[in-house]
């Protein structure tokens, strides 16, 4: 039985924040609840309607071309106006769309057209979820408060994979897509009900932190280069491992046996709760290191991954137990990399620059989405197994290590 103390301990622990802080960490709360199942099953569902690997990665490309559209537009708005309200409706209202399309889909054309709406929702989301971040958090710091969102959003990520894959394999095959569309309608309600009050809060915070968020600052220099392909390299890791990784288990490896999707999902959702665990601690640890420590750490991580992912493919019987480790070991670095790629990519911009940096971060994700995906798709449809992709991520991931620490220890 939990004791009436524990609820009063997480009260008191989550009054530490700031009101504007707690406010954004709602928003990408529901954000990742109705992202989640889309994220990570989006895939599977079409692959069992019957759409080739070739086809889900094709979609998955063409919404990250939409989101580059979107995303610096976003960063140019942010830049301009200062304002997050417009940029996080305007993302929900097109995610709804976007959720209702994929809804009727059943063939690649109509999955295409609601990949596009996603990633355009997408570019318009994030830059707009990081920005109020930093200025919403003083005095709390600001790798701090990144932890604290990242924390909520894997918290909302799990529940939304976890209570998608139930309603998916049990009550309705497209059941991710309407809880997509409930958690857009929240976002659009708080926002609605706190848009004077984020209106003032943003403004006051942004003239309060302006001498605070310039102590430590990083610059611009040849360094920033080699910080921005890491982050682009980590985030296509990333995104192998939520759209590439699943058809993997589901087709087989070199010797592994086919996965079901059953033992798939659960695979999936094991990493999702370690990364549910890992994300406040991991990134209060990384909060007390060097600035770009956890970006190193990350590297590392996906690293060792990766590597045992490619060994799992000529692998029968242990392949469970070396997924599920090289899992643990993305968790971790991705527990290090959130917090962290933010922090450094928000400093490292000039001041009236940062909405453009921001835009600049999540198009690092969206260039994960194109370049990870697609290739593998094509990979899978042509080899059956996705191999020599995960060695390939695992030699890319340690010399990026190698450089960065040589360079920037």
Do not use: H
């Amino acid at each position: 039985m939990i004791s009436p103390n524990s609820f009063q301990i997480c009260k008191n622990w989550w009054m530490q924040f700031p009101y504007p802080l707690q406010l954004i960490t709602k928003i990408r709360f529901y954000a990742a609840f109705g992202a989640g199942g889309v994220i990570y099953l989006t895939s599977l569902i079409f692959n069992n309607i019957g759409l080739s690997a070739t086809d889900i990665g094709l979609g998955f490309a063409i919404s990250a071309i939409m989101g580059t559209l979107t995303r610096f537009f976003t960063g140019n708005y942010l830049n301009k106006k200062g304002k997050i309200q417009f940029p996080l409706i305007a993302s929900s209202i097109i995610s709804i769309t976007a959720s209702l399309i994929l809804i009727f889909s059943r063939d690649t054309f109509l999955y295409i057209i609601g990949q596009s709406f996603v990633g355009a929702a997408a570019g318009i989301y994030w830059p707009a979820a990081e920005f109020g971040v930093p200025y919403f958090c003083y005095p709390i710091d600001t790798r701090k408060a990144f932890a604290l969102v990242r924390s909520s959003e894997a918290l909302g990520i799990f529940l939304g994979v976890f209570l998608g894959g139930f309603m998916t394999n049990f009550l309705y095959p497209k059941s991710i897509f309407l809880n997509d569309i409930f958690c857009m309608f929240v976002i659009t309600f708080l926002i609605s009900r706190n848009n004077s009050s984020i209106t003032r809060n943003l403004e006051n915070f942004q003239k309060k932190s302006l001498n605070p968020i310039k102590n430590g600052i990083l610059k611009w220099n040849k360094n920033s280069a080699i910080i921005i392909l890491s982050i682009l390299l980590i985030t296509t890791s990333l995104a192998l491992i939520q759209v590439t990784l699943p058809l993997d288990l589901v087709k087989g490896g070199v010797y592994r046996n086919a996965l079901s999707n059953e033992i798939t999902s659960f695979i999936i959702s094991i990493q999702l709760i370690l990364l549910l665990f890992l994300q406040w601690p991991i990134g209060s640890w990384i909060s007390n290191k060097g600035r770009l420590f956890g970006l190193k750490f990350s590297l590392i991580n996906f690293s060792f991954a990766s590597f045992i992912l490619f060994v799992s493919s000529y692998l029968n019987i242990p392949a469970f137990y070396l997924i599920s480790f090289s899992l643990i070991l993305v968790s971790l670095g991705t527990a290090s990399f959130l917090p962290t790629s933010t922090d450094v990519v928000f400093r490292i911009a000039p001041s009236n620059k940062k909405g453009f940096a921001l835009a600049l971060l999540s198009q690092c994700f969206a260039m994960g989405y194109f370049i990870g995906p697609f290739i593998s798709g094509r990979i899978l449809d042509l080899f059956g197994y996705a191999s020599i992709i995960w060695l390939s991520i695992s030699c890319c991931c340690f010399i990026f290590f190698a450089i960065l620490f040589k360079r920037l220890f």
